[in-house]
């Protein structure tokens, strides 16, 4: 445990970050312990992300001062601030696709002098002990293209390790971890944290924080709610208080009975290209059906295969109880109203260079088009804002750019397009990514909203709290097949050992 009132190995004092017609930082700070996990929490928009690109040199601060051991420093790129040994492990992916694992994580180094070869058995091998420090079986020579997005997230953290780094900025690093990862990945810190690291953890999840954190800064609105506060005797309900000035709302929801609604999704015997064998899944009218697996259990593939991406190469789909063959993504969405918020905004979500009012617009432009195809923004407008209002996406106008907002602004929109959409079936992966406490709670006030108006939801999270909030039932999927179903009592340890004790079975198998 590090000591809290030693000389800081950081500090960053009264900076402040003012983007046009927005204040983005006013007057934070925030002190980093050497050998310590710091908290650094807030709503999506509160300035977290400005804060960490202020400490990496991605933004250079208006007014304030940043401090590594105790001397003041300017960064004017991110190479400063990785020379000063500060890295980070960003919560949108910052890989390149083309370029093997071994590459990414070693990319500061490829080539040691100029006209050098690039020795790529002794990258893989560095390459490999890093993977090996994170239990991650993968071959550094395999293209970061042909991974999930867990293993991504993965590789990025075996990146920053990889720089030795005395100060570690994570963002949202277990977003796309299953508890089991999650699990390793803390104990990696905790021996970092040891060993004289400093870490600021970025996380919506409360109970990471709870558990791992050493000290907390809360941003609201751009400023400090507190600042380098001790996590010694701070519960969930006063983190959720400094982040959203009230008590978080827990929902009462009841078990539903869905014995007798009619099937809005059918799978009989399906088999994908991908692996998947003998599917045998229905989604009824109204239903939550949650489809859970560790990471490489096939549930985003099974998805994109209903949506088209993919070809059922056996058994039958039916819609409504008619048997359809689904050809596109295109044919999903606008032939047979099926909806699908990926897991991956960045690269499936959202169109970066458009506005906030095309991305949500976007699934309504078929079906509001009138007179020869012609469509207004003002019709779009009145359909979309509500749930652009509803979710709170902090945004200076609806004709800002996508790109240029918060991640967690950026889900919401995802989601949102949806919610507009009026689908028959909605298939939501990894809704919460990235999104705040209070915006998840409207988020999963908004899906239990839909499905009571008849929407049919396949939810796939590896959010265990999250699936058990929201599903009516709960199917297994392991290895490319399904292993089970498991009713949803809301009882939290009854429910999650019916899950892992379904999964073990098959590995067992």
Not at 94 to 102: E, K, Q, T
Not at 127 to 134: H, P, S
Not at 489 to 505: F, Q
């Amino acid at each position: 445990m590090a000591d809290l009132t030693s000389d800081p190995v950081f500090l960053a004092r009264g900076v402040s970050k003012f983007f046009p017609g927005v204040k983005a930082l006013e007057g934070v700070s925030i002190t980093l312990a050497k050998g310590s996990i710091h908290a650094l929490l807030g709503e999506n928009g509160a300035g977290k992300s400005t804060l960490i690109k202020l400490i990496t040199g991605v933004l250079r601060p208006d007014e304030g001062e940043l401090f590594v051991d105790g001397k003041p420093v300017h960064f004017t790129s991110t190479r400063d601030a990785i020379a000063t040994g500060i890295g980070v492990v960003h919560q949108e992916r910052n890989l390149i696709p083309r370029f093997s694992v071994g590459e990414n994580i070693m990319l500061e180094r490829l080539s040691g002098r100029l006209l050098k070869p690039i020795d790529y058995a002794e990258i893989n091998k560095e390459a490999k002990r890093w993977l090996d420090v994170l239990g991650l079986d993968l071959d550094p020579s395999m293209p970061v293209s042909r991974l999930s997005v867990a293993k991504m997230q993965l590789v990025e953290i075996a990146k920053a390790l990889s720089l030795r780094s005395r100060v570690l900025l994570l963002d949202e690093p277990t977003a796309s971890l299953t508890p089991h990862e999650t699990v390793a990945l803390f104990a990696l810190l905790k021996k970092l944290r040891d060993e004289g690291v400093s870490m600021i953890f970025v996380s919506h999840k409360l109970e990471e924080v709870q558990e791992i954190c050493d000290q907390v800064t809360v941003l609201r609105d751009g400023r400090n709610a507190c600042e380098s506060q001790s996590m010694k005797g701070l519960g969930r309900q006063d983190l959720v208080r400094l982040m959203i000035g009230r008590s978080e709302q827990i929902p009462d929801w009841q078990p539903r009975d869905y014995s007798a609604a009619s099937p809005v999704l059918e799978l009989e015997g399906v088999a994908t290209p991908l692996g998947h064998r003998d599917i045998n899944l229905t989604v009824k009218r109204g239903e939550i059906v949650g489809l859970y697996g560790l990471v490489g259990a096939g549930r985003t593939e099974l998805a994109k295969s209903i949506m088209g991406q993919y070809p059922a190469i056996a058994g039958t789909i039916r819609l409504d109880g008619k048997p359809v063959t689904i050809g596109s993504v295109g044919d999903a969405i606008h032939i047979h109203k099926l909806g699908y918020v990926s897991e991956d905004r960045k690269q499936e979500g959202l169109i970066l260079l458009h506005s906030v009012l095309d991305n949500a617009g976007i699934t309504l432009w078929r079906k509001l088009a009138r007179y020869g195809g012609f469509l207004t923004d003002r019709t779009v407008r009145n359909t979309a804002e509500p749930y652009i209002r509803k979710l709170e996406v902090r945004t200076p106008s609806l004709g800002q750019i996508v790109g240029n907002l918060s991640g967690g602004n950026q889900q919401k929109i995802s989601v949102a397009k949806w919610l507009a959409a009026g689908v028959r079936l909605l298939i939501v992966d990894e809704p919460s990514v990235g999104i705040d406490i209070k915006t998840k709670a409207y988020l999963h006030e908004l899906l239990r909203e839909l499905s009571d108006t008849g929407t049919a939801v396949l939810l796939i999270t590896s959010d265990m709290p999250e699936m058990i909030t929201l599903a009516d039932r709960i199917v297994v999927m392991n290895g490319y097949r399904l292993a089970g179903d498991v009713p949803n009592t809301r009882d939290y340890a009854a429910v999650s050992e019916g899950i892992m004790n379904l999964i073990h079975k098959v590995d067992a198998a």
